[in-house]
């Protein structure tokens, strides 16, 4: 209720309670005119809600809102037919309470529509299983039916419902519909058979003549044409309905709602007959009424399934019965006009009761189990019009009935709650409407028992005698005012055929004109007759031949409507009842136009003032303690954000803190009163200057929430991410530390590998130690050719060790010998060459290394000579002194022995040399001990042997020298012998001596004793 209250200068007050001025009319229809105009057409005052009728389709409707209004308190929302709908069923389901929703409002004002509305809601907020959604359809499908024959178009309203409707919905313990029952007051029969200019019949009479088939007109006897037939010839024809779209709804809804073909046949054959019977025309002679066509008189008995003879009877005669006999009387021209309209109102009237309850059969709930009820009632709300006949003296006793029912249970549960609450009771001034009604229905006293009195008095009553009647015995009564008894300003304006009656929503001028038939509402005798012994079903069970025997009078029509009424009312009573009131904006069925004074006009006669007044008499505001704190808890920092007492005792401090006065307000047991509007809109208008700090507050907190969900979702990202990222380095790291240990690990197995065989693992190790090795052996060559030190070498470098030793070796022997000079070469190669030679088998080489080789030995006794003359030019190439064992008894002989390119020439030397042997080398042999010794036997060949007559056997000095020298020149080491055996045989003059060896102490050769020559050689 709250929700909208800062805007209520612009769309007003959602509640009229609300309204400062609540008694001021115009300010009430201000403030509907304020909402119309922004499209709000529910107002409330209280719980009552009031429906401005838009004439225009509102989006406000749909499932969204649907929605909107489920399940909510209906203060929480806007008003809305929704909401009350959803708190009535509420209350039906949580508190098992039976519901009535009381739709009244003038015609066209939208009663039906609302009604629709919240058979709509009820449809939507229940389940849709199979079983409840067949329930609901042909609950809604009965609207189409029932429009069909009980709506019509008239000036006010293009789909008037001529009848009242009072619809029960029953709910199964699950809270869904599970049947229904409808009844049905007051059909506006006299439609049958005349409508005021720019109306029409009832809607299914068009709908048959135009949507039927061509083979169901025909069966029907019927011509697709409005004007051959007289009951519709007087009305309007269509304009903007579309009845055969319409036809099409009904026989599907039919089909629905379960009516069989034969029902739906004989039906529409009643509604043919009546089209039929309107076409009846009579003749009069001498004053007795003819049939002018009887052959349609056939047609009609075939669709009614009766006698032609016995209809054509009945519709031209009349037969009475009196006590003593029975009398029948042909009727005149203008009785049998009345009989035929009476059998055509009779017949529709019974068709459309038949159908209700036919209707209701269909719906009659199939689980008998306790189930709960919710009411919807929509009838004709007060009419005042210029003429007011019989019809509105019903509709404005049923609203009177109605009003009353309002009163009571509207004051009955105010005081209900005040006294629930432990309020002290205040009186509430209003105007019960129970004297009105008394005035209409009381019992032998009522207006009612006095019209039915003259109705039924035997003799020549009529309207007039009636209305003396009336006149005669309700003057005394302040809401009964008749033509004598007016003043007279108001006798100028009343005729002498009216009465006025002063009802709680206005005086209304009543015209007697037809009371008396309308309410005797006659069908003659012969036609009821004629009807009972019908075979057409329907109408066998609406005219019962009991009715016939019966010598019982039936009751009048009014006594019937106050019956029923009174039925409605003991209905509703037990009931919690909402009230929709509906109200037309505007005569000409326009959108957007607010006529006031036809508003105001409807206020007065729907007695809102008079709603308002009773629900303003008490307080204007209650509210329970929790909601009215939770609402305005902060308004006071006692009770913001949170109060923890009780949520009374939260509600009288923030009264006290909003300084209510005394007046002002009274606290209940559960709830707050407040006894004037300003009040409230004080307190709302404090709350709604409030709302900003609020918003502000909630707004810095949401905002607070969704940056910490921000911050929460970006940390726990940032954790997945850091956790991807942690993984990755992780995995990076365990790769890189898995390499490495690989690494380590194949350098460490390569390490230990590393003497071994190559292999891909130590290849690097061998590199290094090759590469070290290299480096090492780089600085440690030796640099000395006789350094024959050589720096050691890994294991696998010892091929290449050796290699290059051997190479380092030859590359220093190469600088050496490139250094070497010439005469140096030559001795080396002496060395060389001795070595050769001796090396191993001569045991004196060893000591002759360390001496140089030379060319002359000759030692210094000998005086040095130039031998050139005696070589005969051939270069000495060695010269030695030598001794020279000869052969007489090998007497030592000192000689020098002279070596050239060619010869071997053994000098004497004394004054002058002498040359004593001279002998090709080419030829020698040379024989030499493998003793340290000096012994060189030189083999003679024979050839030359007889110059020289035996080998030449001579002590040496230098042997080594010496044989070197003569190798070297003749370059044939074969001539040289090393023998080592002993003795050594040698030739001598001939004959054989023989060279003994031994080995002593000192060197010396010399004879022995047995002649032979005899070596001693040092070890
Ligand atoms: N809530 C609404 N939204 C839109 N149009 C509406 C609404 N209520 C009523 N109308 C319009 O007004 C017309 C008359 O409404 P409705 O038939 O409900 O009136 P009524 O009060 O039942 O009249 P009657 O007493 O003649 O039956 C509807 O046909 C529809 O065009
Ligand atoms: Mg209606």
Redesign the pocket.
Known sequence: METHLQDRDRVGVQDAVLLEDYQSEEVFIDNLHKRFKEHL?YTYIGQVLI?V??????DIYGPKDVKAYHNKHFFEVPPHVFSITDTAFRSLKNENREQCILIS??????????SK?VLQYIAEVTDRRGDVEKVKDKLLQSNPVLEAFG?AK?N??????RFGKYMDIQFNYEGNPSGGNILNYLLEKSRIISQVPGERNFHVFYQLLLGAEDQELARLNLKRDLDSYYYLSNGSKGNGIDDKKGYEAVRNALTIIEFNKQEQDEMFQITAAILHLGNVGFSEEEGIAQIVKPELIETISELLGCNAEDLKNALTNRTIETIRDVVTTPLSRELAIYARDALAKAVYDRLFSWLVYRLNSSLKIKDMRSYNVMGIL?I?GFEIFDKNSFEQLCINFCNEKLQQLFIELTLKSEQEEYLKEGIEWQNIEYFDNKVICDLIEEKHKGLIAFMDEECLRPGDSTDMTMLTKLDKNLSYHNHFVSHKKADVKLQKIMGRDEFRLIHYAGAVTYNVKGFLEKNNDLLFRDLRETMSKSSNNIIQSVFLKEEQKSKKRPETAITQFKNSLNNLMHILMDKEPSYIR?IKPNDEKKSGVFDEQLVGHQVTYLGLMENLRVRRAGFAYRREYSLFLERYKSLSSQTWPHYHGSAKEGVQILVCALGYEGDEYKMGKTKIFIKYPKTLFYTEDAFQAKKHDLASIIQASWKGVLQRRRYKQMKEASVIMQKYIRRFIAKCRAKKRRKAANVLRNFIHGFITRNGPATSENRAFLELAKAQWLLRLSKSLPQDILNRTWPPCPHVCQEASRYLERLYGAHLSRIYRRKLSPEREAQLRLKVLAEKLFKDKKNSYQSSIPHWFKNDRVSDSVPKQNYGTILNGEKELYASSVMKYDRHGYKPRERVILITKKNLYLLEIKNAPKIKHSLPLNKLTFVVTPNVDKMLLVRIPEDLMKKDKGDLILEVPHIIEAMTHIINITDNPGLLTIYDKTPIEHSMKGKRGTIDVIIGNSESIHKDKTGHLLIMASQ
């Open positions: 057409i429906s009728n838009p004439y225009k389709q509102l409002g003038e015609s066209g004002s939208g009663k039906t529509e609302a509305k709506n008239t006010r309203n293009d789909n008037s419902s929509d004709y509906c």
